[in-house]
Antibody, heavy 122, light 110 residues
Framework: EVQLVESGGGLVQPGRSLRLSCAAS????????MHWVRQAPGKGLEWVSG????????GYVDSVKGRFTISRDNAKNSLYLQMNSLRAEDTALYYC???????????????WGQGTTVTVSS | QSALTQPRSVSGSPGQSVTISCTGT?????????VSWYQQHPDKAPKLMIY???KRPSGVPGRFSGSKSGNSASLTISGLQAEDEADYYC??????????FGTGTKVTVL
């Protein structure tokens, strides 16, 4: 069974850091681009960052550039999001998601985890 | 990276058809054939319904279809069913390995 399980969320003060992880199973992890998508309480979906299978292509939404870093460890079938200088507006449920097609980057996201909650508050 | 524009809500009776629009720009929807649509029920993770404008993943009912014209894309649900009541989001590739989601549409089955 294809599965994604996020972890690492929690309550953190503004300006501090947090590292999210996403453990993948059931598919050849390094064949697929992966993405982080967040959803603030009661709000819509927002794409945060994406990374290709070989880590050669990476993108970020403007609001997190310079603060967040996406990475992956294909040997561990894991995706990460290092979040620094956190702000109240980063409070959200963070999902990791897998791309439909092997070797691609721009397809739809066909497998999602259940998310991990990040709350930024003093 | 402005969110794509969707109607806040649409509604229809069971068996009817509803269409949700998704309007962007030539830098996202209009520039690429990489529009996807997601269904999200309350407190659930999003589910992919359409990708690459009009492709349907395995397991998604045939009553869901997608199209695109210029800077706008659409999702049509034909033969609306009670379980289709949910929030729907469009998403487009926006170049330079970035994506943008739509504002979301609540579909109500009357």
């Amino acid at each position: 069974e294809v599965q994604l399980v996020e972890s690492g969320g929690g309550l953190v003060q503004p300006g501090r850091s947090l590292r999210l992880s996403c453990a993948a199973s059931g598919f050849t992890f390094d064949d697929y681009a992966m993405h982080w998508v967040r959803q603030a309480p009661g709000k819509g979906l927002e794409w945060v960052s994406g990374i290709s299978g070989n880590s050669g292509n990476i993108g970020y939404v403007d609001s997190v550039k310079g603060r967040f870093t996406i990475s992956r460890d294909n040997a561990k079938n894991s995706l990460y999001l290092q979040m620094n200088s956190l702000r109240a507006e980063d409070t959200a449920l963070y999902y990791c998601a897998k791309i439909v097609g092997a070797g691609g980057f721009v397809d739809g996201m066909d497998v999602w985890g259940q998310g991990t909650t990040v709350t930024v508050s003093s | 990276q402005s969110a794509l524009t969707q109607p806040r809500s649409v509604s229809g009776s069971p068996g009817q058809s509803v269409t949700i629009s998704c309007t962007g720009t030539s830098s996202d929807v209009g520039g690429y054939n990489y529009v996807s649509w997601y269904q999200q029920h309350p407190d659930k993770a999003p589910k992919l319904m359409i990708y690459d404008v009009s492709k349907r993943p395995s397991g998604v009912p045939g009553r869901f279809s997608g199209s695109k014209s210029g800077n706008s894309a659409s999702l049509t649900i034909s033969g609306l069913q009670a379980e289709d009541e949910a929030d729907y989001y469009c998403c487009s590739y926006a170049g330079s390995y970035t994506y943008v989601f739509g504002t979301g549409t609540k579909v109500t089955v009357l």
